[in-house]
């Protein structure tokens, strides 16, 4: 018999328990990474990984978790709100983001030729000064490379990683 199962939605509205028989997907679209928590703290662990996502979204930079598709980086660094923006930034944490993207653009040349890193920051300033780093340290043509902008400004594009920079 199939666990008692809810979707995350289900459980935000507080609709009741339902049967995983009763119309409820077994196969996720999600990365793994994800997909872990939900599928284990919702469905019993009965989630699977449909297996043209988990194919079409490996790249040799996985095999380091550090660039892995979902990953997070607690910076230490000083918040702050520059006066007269309305925005935030956290300038260790773009001097941080500046060295992984080196990194991994070094040891993954393919990465320099083609628009397949993406940096997402909820905050309009710190995607200024985001964009200004890269100018002055990868050159003009950096954009081509790695796209840098808000979250709003992502809403309906797809790349192969992605650093969230808050």
Not at 33 to 45: C, L
Request: include cysteine; glycine fraction near 6%; charged fraction near 20%.
């Amino acid at each position: 018999m199939h666990p008692e199962v809810r979707s995350l939605f289900l459980i935000y509205i507080g609709e009741p328990l339902i049967s995983a028989h009763q119309g409820v997907k077994h196969i996720q679209y999600l990365l793994t990474q994800i997909s872990i928590f939900p599928s284990k703290e919702f469905y019993a662990g009965s989630l699977e990984d449909g297996d043209l996502l988990r194919n079409s979204t490996r790249r040799l930079w996985h095999k380091h978790r550090c660039f892995g598709p979902f990953c997070f980086f607690d910076i230490d660094g000083a918040e702050s709100q520059p006066s007269g923006t309305g925005s935030w930034v956290n300038e260790d944490e773009i001097e941080f983001i500046v060295l992984l993207y080196h990194k991994l653009a070094s040891q993954y040349l393919t990465l320099k030729s083609s628009s397949q890193l993406a940096i997402i920051s909820p905050y309009r300033y710190q995607v200024k000064l985001l964009h200004e780093k890269f100018r002055t340290t990868f050159g003009e043509k950096y954009n081509q490379s790695v796209d840098i902008n808000t979250v709003d400004g992502f809403q309906v594009k797809t790349f192969r990683a992605f650093r969230f920079s808050k």
